[in-house]
């Protein structure tokens, strides 16, 4: 294959020490002072036993150390109370339980909350239907009236509080961690894993709970300051804990707040300045992860009869409908396409954004982004049916037949597991192979893929390397277990223009290498012209021209195809010449218009176009579907690459 023309950033042509390091994100000073202020808080709930204070309960009046009422000084720090107590130790004192309290109620009731939420996130349908509901019956109930009942009822007990405010508390972070969860669980490493046979449980475990370990904790210093407020809300009505508590000290002070108004204002403000170092360390964690909630959910139908095939294909597609059922209206996205890749073989898939070409690849693995998708017709990879056979069949298939390429590598890893895990993984899966003989073969494939230091890389996370060297582990991942199918979805839209050509030529000398077939989707025809030996062109969900490279460039038929051709830049027109677009826009696939959906763009198009849908004309080599054929034979034929 020919030269690449850039250097990417981390490759051998760059010495080590000159790669960007990527910025570091500050969380602020407002974040470590407040940090600061909880960990002086825990210092003396821990310690307080130990610290040179006076004892919080002993009278001024008998001790004669503490005058009643006396203002805040040297002698006692923060003043006294109405009896001569030290202030200052009475509010240590209460520290203490205001931490228990928010601590456990924080851990029981976020593990219990996060269970519920990671579970209804992941599995969907009913199971998510029937937990909504219940985490809105019981965010709606009045919470207030249940408290008061309850302490009214089993008493003051540190206990009872922990046991009502965990309870209180698992809707909110079952709600937080499941908008949480539908977010990640349509990311590409959730669909690998279970492609790779991984149980529901081990996505679970493994894939999701590592990557919502922040925002549940994010919110549970926010839980915290709200179980430290509901307190001393209950403790202002009387209500309290059966120990000293910051809100009893400022419900004793509330009395005396207009002549001594230091006796509840000094515990307010500890309490306010709690409640707010809180809450500003949760947002400074937050600020680092922002969830997106989703609340739509999947359902995956099949429709229609399987009809076998004797074809030797490693993909073998006929007639294959997709569509997306929709609030809007039902989703025409793959409308009739029918296409096949032999071994060896590369197959461009070209068309404008929006016109279906992804569509292809996601009804082919079956991977949809949160929708309910009905497909029918015919899918087959290396003779296996991928809309109607068992499960498990399907998933070994995804995992050992098919390799997939994704458009953004930073969303196709996992960002918090190593490389080396993500690579050996699945042959371990699915080929029985050791830990010690996969991790052998994952430096193999990082050698072959071009990645320099391949021992310090697998050792590295993600977010650690180069956009184009992500995209390099992303290729090994998919020809980890030698599959006879690639699928590369526009695999160089995420990188530097100067490291696109370097992946293109890595891929297309990898599938010549292994004899695979290869289907390589992408807008720019450019792209085709130099890496494929046939092109399917896709407009509106129809492959509505097909054939080999060199004859659709010479001589296209269909007006799409022409009117594509001419919007490629011509480095040989002079400077400043306008580029040539095509009006208009894709017609909405939930209403696409009669007859040729390209009909209300093309300049030649006549009555018939626009209320008769065209047939299939050419042959099996080359084909369309147009009434007026272009007659184009200007077009510059295109320049091979050659073999290195």
């Not at 009643?68 to 923060?78: D, K, R, V």
């Not at 098919?402 to 993984?425: K, Y």
């Not at 995209?471 to 277990?481: D, E, F, K, S």
């Not at 990188?495 to 720019?524: F, K, P, W, Y």
Request: with cysteine; proline share 6%; aromatic share 6%.
């Amino acid at each position: 294959m020919a030269a690449s023309t850039g250097t990417e950033i981390g490759s051998p042509g760059t010495p080590v020490d000159q790669r960007p390091k990527a910025p570091r994100r500050s969380l602020g000073v407002v974040f470590y002072l407040s940090a600061s202020w909880i960990a002086l808080l825990v210092f003396f709930a821990l310690f307080r036993d130990l610290l040179p204070l006076r004892d919080p309960e002993a009278l001024g009046i008998r001790t004669r150390e503490v005058m009643a009422f006396e203002g805040p000084g040297l002698n006692a720090w923060f003043g006294g109370d109405g009896s001569g107590r030290d202030l200052f130790a009475r509010v240590v004192q209460g520290a203490r339980p205001a931490l228990i309290l928010g601590l456990t109620v924080t851990i029981c009731g976020g593990l219990l909350g996060t269970m519920v939420g990671i579970t209804a996130g992941y599995l969907k349908g009913k199971v998510d239907a029937v937990t909504s509901i219940l985490i809105d019956i019981a965010l709606a109930f009045p919470g207030l009236v249940l408290l008061i009942a309850v302490r009214a009822t089993f008493g003051n007990s540190m206990t009872v509080f922990i046991v009502l405010f965990s309870l209180t508390s698992i809707p909110a972070y079952a709600r937080i961690v499941r908008g949480a969860t539908f977010a990640l669980a349509e990311r590409e490493f959730v669909d690998a894993a279970s492609g790779m046979g991984a149980t529901k449980r081990r996505i679970l475990v493994r894939e999701l709970a590592p990557n919502i370990a922040l925002p549940v904790l994010s919110f549970a210093f926010i839980g915290f300051a709200l179980v430290i407020v509901a307190e001393g809300g209950l403790a202002f009505i009387g209500l309290s804990l059966d120990q000293v508590t910051w809100g009893q000290l400022i419900a004793e002070g509330a009395g005396d707040i207009s002549n001594h108004g230091h006796v509840a204002l000094i515990p307010s403000t500890v309490m306010f300045l709690t409640i707010l170092a809180f809450n500003l360390v949760g947002d400074g964690l937050r600020s680092l992860w922002a969830p997106r909630e989703v609340a739509t959910q999947r359902r995956l139908r099949v429709a229609g009869e399987h009809r076998s095939s004797t074809t030797s294909a490693a993909l073998h597609v006929a007639d294959l409908h997709t569509t997306l059922h929709t609030p809007a209206g039902d989703v025409r996205a793959v409308d009739g396409v029918s296409l096949s890749v032999q071994p060896g073989e590369a197959l461009g898939v070209v068309g404008e954004s929006g016109s279906g070409k992804t569509m292809v690849l996601r009804s082919i693995v079956g991977a949809f982004a949160l929708a309910d998708v009905t497909r029918s017709g015919t899918v087959e990879v290396d003779g296996v049916d991928m809309l109607r056979s068992a499960p498990d069949e399907i998933k070994h298939a995804l995992g050992t037949k098919i390799g997939m390429v994704s458009q953004n590598p930073l969303t196709a890893l996992n960002p918090v597991r190593r490389i080396e895990t993500q690579i050996v993984e699945p042959m371990m899966v699915h080929r029985d192979m050791t830990r010690a003989a996969a991790r052998e073969r994952a430096l193999d494939l990082l050698r072959q893929v071009g990645i320099p230091a391949p021992e310090r890389r697998l050792r590295e996370y993600p977010h650690q390397l180069s956009g184009g060297m992500r995209q390099r582990v992303t290729i090994a991942i998919a020809l980890a277990n030698e599959p006879g199918l690639l699928l590369a979805d526009e695999p160089t839209t995420a990188l530097d223009v100067t490291v696109q050509d370097q992946i293109l030529t890595l891929l297309s000398g990898l599938q010549r290498e292994r004899n695979m077939a290869m289907v390589l989707v992408t807008h720019d025809l450019a792209v085709v012209k130099g890496f494929t030996d046939r092109v399917a062109i896709v407009y509106a969900g129809e492959v509505i021209e097909s054939g080999p490279t060199d004859e659709i460039f010479v001589d296209p038929k269909h007006r799409y195809t022409v009117a594509l051709m001419q919007s490629m830049p011509n480095l040989e027109l002079p400077s400043h010449s306008a580029l040539t677009t095509i009006e208009g826009r894709p017609p909405s696939l939930i209403d696409p218009p009669a007859g040729c959906r390209f009909s209300p763009r093309c300049s030649a198009a006549q009555d018939i176009c626009s209320t008769e849908a065209p047939v299939r004309s050419g042959d099996d080599h080359h084909w369309f579907r147009c009434h007026f054929p272009a007659d184009v034979t200007q077009v510059a034929a295109p320049t091979r690459r050659e073999d290195d």
